[in-house]
């Protein structure tokens, strides 16, 4: 069941989309050659607690920690550990909290210092495939229309879209219907309504689309190897089209 928010309901999911981006743009800057994922969840605990939010992760069906902190081929889901960053990786920061009731998401990739061309044009396309499916977020069109555009951009690039996993309702759950695909088509699947809220999550791979997850039952990697960007914010649904709830 899709269930509409309020313009009260929606104000109060984006003061916890601001604290999770808020978080993730503190992260964005710690996320340096030698830090360890762990370092990073410790951090993350710690703004949460201090902003008043409690974490929307660590617990959420057995999930270990607050952060997902994936690395190069980890496409989501990966669990923070003395691993520690290398110049070149790419850092996959996925956060969730919970404000007053209303949970927050959000999710970007980061270089871990100078990156090769290749990976940098990665994080821009799935980036900017992102910011196209926040454009066909509008009240009349369908979610096969956000996730037409998803699709088209990746492989217009010559990456893939991950199928596996997609984007969300949210609300005062986490995981809210309708189900949000990086791939799709045009003029079908459910039709959005103002007072909708969608956590749209671009997942693309520099390879195959194939996934497979490790034996940690979480965290989710490219079957080939090759590297992966996720992106995400909180879009609600309004008479004057998109409002990006996770946008600073």
Not at 149 to 169: D, L, M, P, T, Y
Request: net charge negative; charged share 25%.
């Amino acid at each position: 069941m899709i269930i509409c928010k309020s313009p009260a309901e929606i104000e109060k999911l984006r003061r916890s989309g601001r604290v999770v981006r808020e978080t993730l743009e503190e992260l964005r800057e710690l996320a340096r050659t030698g830090v360890t994922t762990l370092e990073l969840e410790r951090y993350v605990e710690k703004r949460l607690r201090e902003r008043g939010a409690k974490p929307a992760f660590k617990g959420y069906r057995g999930y270990p920690c607050c952060l997902c902190a994936s690395v190069n081929e980890q496409i989501i889901h990966g669990i923070p550990s003395e691993r520690k960053l290398r110049e070149g990786d790419i850092l996959g920061l996925d956060l969730g909290a919970v404000v007053d009731g209303f949970y927050g998401d959000s999710a970007l990739t980061v270089p871990v210092g100078e990156v090769s061309e290749p990976l940098r044009k990665l994080l821009r396309v799935t980036e900017e495939a992102l910011e196209l499916a926040i454009q066909k977020a509008q009240s009349g069109n369908r979610v096969g229309d956000i996730s037409a555009a998803i699709q088209q951009h990746a492989e217009k690039n010559s990456f893939s879209v991950v199928r596996e996993f997609v984007g969300h309702g949210i609300g005062r759950e986490l995981h809210e219907d309708p189900q949000v695909p990086n791939f799709g088509n045009a003029g079908h699947g459910p039709v959005l309504k103002e007072g909708m809220v969608l956590a749209i999550e671009t997942m693309v791979n520099s390879g195959g689309p194939a996934t497979q997850v490790l034996a940690d039952h979480w965290t989710a990697v490219t079957r080939d190897g090759s590297a992966s960007a996720h992106f995400e914010h909180m879009v609600a649904i309004t008479r004057n089209g998109p409002d990006v709830l996770t946008r600073l």
